[in-house]
């Protein structure tokens, strides 16, 4: 039998009621909050890619799913949405309209890492940008929102892990007085961090490896580091954090595995999750836009691990299936020929119907009702026919009431609780 790939996974019928609840939970929030969905293609040129997440990362060097494509050279299944949502800024000038643009996407990306619980090769993202502005107090918005998020779904493991990366003025002096530490430590760093180490040292401080963590064990903080700019914009974020009343902590060995960051990032962590401990991550890019050939403008963002959030979630979260509200137990052709016009009418009411299209007896048919849980059934048969009035049960209460052919679907409609 053909199974599906390693590091994918199908969602099963039982299981998408909760991503749909998270996913309407969640635009409905960003949109009170003033984000536009905005949809992004999967595939993008491999440069787009390389050159915003940054050649030196986990991502670009060994976790792409790229391919040639004729003439246009090399494709990539998007490993993040962020690059593909500058690229669409830039390309539609949408910053000509108005450079402050909040856009939400959500979909599957894709990396090659080693699956494992809670990390998969197809996995699905909700993101959230914002181009254009440069105030503090928009970095504080946008984990106020993330955190709230969290709130409404009633997600309680999860703590704010802060850090300022600094900027192109500060972080230069940081990564030189690293690298001389790492210096020290030449020889026993893994292979990753000793390749790494002159361009990227930021992500030994980030490396599990004992031998790598030892070697940063004494690292300075790059708080410690910051210019007078970007140590205010901190400052600022904090305490608008802090007047809202919500907990983070610092963790200045937070380093994120994409190169485009500047000033504030953040993970959402969890302890319920095992080794992946991130369930959303995200921070500034203010130099990305330009970079990618657009206008100087801000940006920051996040992006929320959709399938963690799920685990998570599934731990604790009631089944939310649709309930049969009906069945109804045809018996005759003529009733079946009735009953079935009947459902469909009840179903562009909302009302949810069922019926056995087979020959099968009362009894096995009450049979079928019970096994689908129905809240009520509606009972056709020759003889209600000829009465001319259908009975419709309550199967918690057992209560019936008979209900005339003539306006049945109304009838119906009368007698069942009110839906929301
Ligand atoms: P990221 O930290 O690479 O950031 O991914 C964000 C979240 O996606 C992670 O915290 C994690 O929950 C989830 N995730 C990542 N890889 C996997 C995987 N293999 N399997 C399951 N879940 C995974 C970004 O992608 C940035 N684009 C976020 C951002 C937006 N920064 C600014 N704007």
């Known amino acids: ?17 909760l991503w749909q609840k998270i996913e309407e939970t ?9 984000y536009s969905e905005i949809r992004l293609p999967i595939l993008e040129q491999t440069e787009l890619f390389a050159r915003s997440i940054g050649e030196n990362t986990d991502i670009v060097e060994k976790e792409m799913y790229t391919f040639p494509d004729g003439r246009r050279g090399l494709i990539t299944l998007r490993p993040e949405a962020t690059a593909s949502a500058v690229r669409s800024y830039i390309q539609h000038k949408m910053y000509g309209k108005d450079p402050v643009q909040k856009l939400y996407t959500v ?25 254009g502005i440069e105030s503090p107090h928009i970095d504080a918005q946008i984990i106020f929102m993330l955190v709230s998020l969290f709130k409404r779904l009633d997600v309680s493991d999860v703590n704010v892990h802060l850090n300022s990366l600094g900027c192109p003025c500060c972080r230069p002096k940081y990564k030189e007085a690293l690298i001389a530490l ?3 430590a030449e020889g026993e ?15 030994v401080l980030d490396c599990k490896v004992p031998a790598c963590r030892e070697a940063v064990a004494n ?13 205010k914009h ?29 000033r504030t990032i953040f993970e959402i962590q969890t302890t319920s999750l095992g080794a992946q401990s991130a369930v959303a991550g995200g921070g500034r890019y203010d130099g990305l836009i330009e970079a990618l050939g657009g206008p100087s403008q801000p940006a920051i963002g996040f992006a929320i691990g959709f399938d963690r959030l799920v685990e998570i979630m599934a731990q604790s979260s009631p089944d939310l299936s649709r309930k049969l509200d009906l069945f109804i137990i045809a018996v005759g052709e003529k009733a079946k020929d009735l009953g079935y016009e009947w459902g469909c009418e009840l179903a562009l009411s909302g009302v949810l119907s069922d019926m056995d299209m087979g020959d099968r007896s009362l009894k096995s048919l009450m049979k079928r009702a019970d096994k689908l849980k129905a809240a009520n059934v509606l009972i056709v048969g020759d003889r209600e026919l000829e009465e001319g009035a259908v ?28 839906r929301d």
Do not use: H, W
Not at 26 to 34: P, R, S, V
């Open 189 to 203: 760093l893994c292979s990753d961090c000793a390749r790494r180490k002159d361009k990227n040292p930021l992500r």
């Open 391 to 418: 009975t419709l049960r309550n199967m918690g209460s057992r209560d019936q009431v008979s209900i005339p052919l003539d306006g049945v679907v109304e009838g119906i409609l009368k007698a069942l609780p009110q």
């Open 26 to 34: 969640a635009k409905g929030l960003f949109e009170d909050f003033g």
């Open 234 to 262: 901190f400052t600022v974020v904090k305490s608008a954090l802090e007047k809202q009343g919500v907990a983070y902590k610092i963790d200045s060995n937070l380093v994120r595995g994409l190169d485009y960051y500047t």
């Open 182 to 184: 790492i210096g020290k």
């Open 1 to 17: 039998m053909i199974q599906l790939i390693r590091g994918f996974k199908d969602i099963l019928p039982g299981e998408t009621a």
């Open 107 to 131: 979909g599957p990306m894709f990396r090659r890492e080693r699956p494992q619980k809670g990390r998969y090769r197809q996995f699905y993202q909700i993101d959230a940008e914002v181009f």
């Open 219 to 231: 690292a300075p903080s790059i708080l410690e580091y910051l210019c007078a700019d970007c140590d």
